[in-house]
């Protein structure tokens, strides 16, 4: 059964111990548009300009008063009103209230806010009319709550989305320190591909592999490059794999079986190559291959310099994914995409598994020593007290895209599992 091929769990802690001395190699940085910083990875910190909020403010709507004043029940008189944007008063007067909207700075002296329905107001008076105790700072966030002047909030690594994108726009920063994108090469391999817009004759299929990679490392947030495809020859894939001296990543797509045409793994040995691992134990994606090529030698096609090493022009790290798209696209969200996250900055790098139910049992017996990541559509509920729903989506092997594009996620079933019963929790990876 393949003892001496690595497990799952192997192989990831192998994958994930290279990224982290990769995530040492820090990419080059660029400015971008505050706008334009959703999916980035920040290189530069995001630091506090000022205490948050910069005054003390009002939760509610209703009237700031003492404590003391409002809880002895007593009539007080309307001071004044501030509405969100506008000065606060100097001070609140003795044994007065002062009407105050949200987000609006609470006047000194003032160390609770009322709140609107706890309150009847006759005229230009107010008194308390519920039961309940009036706490000090009751609906007030007080200045520097949140954050003090010079606190970093942001940290080198963040992976930027709305909350933090609106964090550094409360702090001022129209521009942002980001790290360039890690550019991945994309080299599909096959006599059988024909391009997207080709009409495919007998015995050739169009080259669905190479725009899904591209999409995956877009949205990984990596800069993808599709190279040509590259034909079942050796020559022809020498030829191919010398394109890639610009890449940080390179990703070849089929070519990673024992057959008689799959000779990603014998060119790899040709080049100044480190193999780390040839196969695993999942399924699908069991062929995978991963190692890293020197860039010394090759020919440039990305005309972009890429990063260098303390030591010199840095090794590429490697994927060769199996040619079926399904395997592909597991293997790169399993293994590719935490070494494109540590290239890309991120100090986020390990896959998320959410924990989900299965609706039904699963009715395929996979084969001993194998974990499987199968692909299942995963239905989120509007309850809280309960695990989404997940159920594995029909499938004829991991060739068949009409079931990828029907699902969202891969159920995992550990290598010691065969079937699994309805009700049984599963761990699942969305993609």
């Known amino acids: 059964m393949g003892d001496d091929l690595l497990s799952y769990e192997q192989a990831a802690e192998l994958v994930a111990c290279r990224a982290r001395d990769l995530a040492q190699r820090r990419p080059a940085t660029e400015r971008v548009d505050l706008?334009?910083?959703?999916?980035?990875?920040?290189?530069?910190?995001v630091a506090a300009d000022d205490d948050q909020p910069p005054f003390a403010r009002s939760t509610r709507d209703g009237y700031a008063c003492r404590v003391a004043e409002a809880s002895a029940h007593l009539t007080l008189p309307v001071a004044g009103l501030t509405h969100a944007g506008e000065a606060p008063p100097a001070a609140l007067p003795a044994g007065k209230a002062w009407e105050?909207?949200?987000?609006?700075p609470v006047p000194a002296g003032a160390d609770c806010v009322v709140m609107l329905e706890y309150v009847e107001r006759v005229g230009d008076t107010i008194r308390l009319v519920s039961s309940r105790r009036i706490e000090a700072r009751e609906n007030i966030v007080a200045k520097g709550a949140q954050s003090r002047r010079g606190d970093v909030l942001l940290k080198p690594g963040t992976k930027?989305?709305?909350?933090?994108?609106?964090l550094a726009a409360s702090c001022g920063y129209a521009r942002l320190e980001v790290y360039v994108r890690p550019r991945v090469a994309i080299l599909t391999t096959g006599d059988e591909l024909v391009p997207v817009d080709a009409t495919p004759g007998p015995g050739k299929i169009?080259?669905?592999?190479?725009?899904?990679?591209?999409?995956?490392?877009?949205?990984?947030?990596?800069?993808p490059?599709?190279?040509?495809?590259?034909?079942?020859?050796?020559?022809?894939?020498?030829?191919?794999?010398?394109?890639?001296?610009q890449a940080d990543i390179l990703l070849i797509s089929g070519g990673v079986s024992a057959g008689k045409f799959d000779l990603v793994e014998p060119a790899l040995a040709r080049l100044d190559s480190k193999i780390f691992f040839t196969g695993i134990r999942i399924q699908p994606g069991k062929p995978l291959v991963f190692g890293e090529?020197?860039?010394?030698?090759?020919?440039?096609?990305?005309n972009r310099p890429r990063s260098e090493g303390h030591f010199g022009p840095a090794p590429i790290p490697v994927f060769g994914l199996p040619g079926n798209p399904i395997s592909s696209a597991a293997t790169f969200h399993l293994f590719a995409a935490p070494i494109l996250a540590a290239l890309a900055g991120s100090n986020e790098i390990y896959p998320r598994f959410v924990l989900a139910e299965l609706s039904q049992a699963t009715d395929r017996?996979?084969?001993?020593?194998?974990?499987?990541?199968l692909p299942?559509?995963?239905?989120?509920?509007?309850?809280?007290?309960?695990?989404?729903k997940v159920a594995l989506v029909p499938w004829h092997g991991s060739g068949d895209l009409t079931a990828f594009a029907q699902s969202n996620c891969f159920v995992v079933i550990p290598e010691d599992k065969g079937s699994l019963e309805a009700g049984s929790m599963v761990r699942i990876l969305l993609h």
Not at 160 to 166: D, H, S
Not at 206 to 223: I, K, T
Not at 293 to 302: D, F, H, M, Q, R
């Open 35 to 45: 706008a334009d910083a959703a999916g980035r990875i920040l290189a530069a910190a």
């Open 100 to 104: 105050i909207m949200t987000g609006a």
């Open 160 to 166: 930027m989305g709305a909350a933090q994108i609106a």
């Open 206 to 223: 169009r080259n669905s592999n190479a725009p899904m990679l591209a999409a995956l490392v877009a949205h990984a947030g990596g800069d």
């Open 225 to 245: 490059v599709i190279l040509p495809t590259a034909a079942d020859t050796a020559e022809a894939l020498d030829d191919a794999l010398e394109l890639a001296t």
């Open 293 to 302: 090529i020197a860039s010394s030698g090759l020919k440039p096609y990305i």
């Open 365 to 373: 017996k996979g084969r001993p020593g194998l974990t499987r990541f």
């Open 376 to 388: 299942a559509r995963c239905e989120f509920n509007a309850s809280v007290n309960e695990l989404p």
